[in-house]
Nanobody
Framework: QVQLVESGGGLVQAGGSLRLSCAAS????????MGWFRQAPGKERDFVAA????????YYADSVKGRFTISRDNAKNTVYLQMNSLKPEDTAVYYC?????????????????????WGQGTQVTVSS
């Protein structure tokens, strides 16, 4: 069992930055691929970014590529999402998720159904 707790959300102006953190419980955190998803009101939960268990391979949605960076610190059981050049359309609840497959390919990493554990979410609001 893995429990995930996100933090770092908030209100920021367009062009600003935020860093989300996701703290995980459990001794096997390093064996999980991790992902970030987001859900805006009235919309589906969308893939944002993912990282394999070693941290060597990362995947990004086209909408955030070049602006967001996912990283992890296995010693701290934490995954991060650095978000720069934020836009109003980035406004959403951001969710951290863990997948038992340690090194998924890009297709699998982008599918919410492939993730086994989810956090409660953190709100990110970008004002124009």
């Amino acid at each position: 069992q893995v429990q995930l707790v996100e933090s770092g959300g908030g209100l920021v102006q367009a062009g600003g930055s935020l860093r989300l953190s996701c703290a995980a419980s459990g001794r096997t955190f390093s064996m999980y691929a991790m992902g970030w998803f987001r859900q805006a009101p009235g919309k589906e939960r969308d893939f944002v970014a993912a990282i394999t268990w070693t941290g060597v391979i990362t995947y990004y949605a086209d909408s955030v590529k070049g602006r967001f960076t996912i990283s992890r610190d296995n010693a701290k059981n934490t995954v991060y999402l650095q978000m720069n050049s934020l836009k109003p359309e980035d406004t959403a609840v951001y969710y951290c998720a863990a997948m038992r497959k340690p090194s998924p390919d890009m297709v699998v990493a982008g599918l919410a159904v492939e993730y086994d554990y989810w956090g409660q979410g953190t709100q990110v609001t970008v004002s124009s």
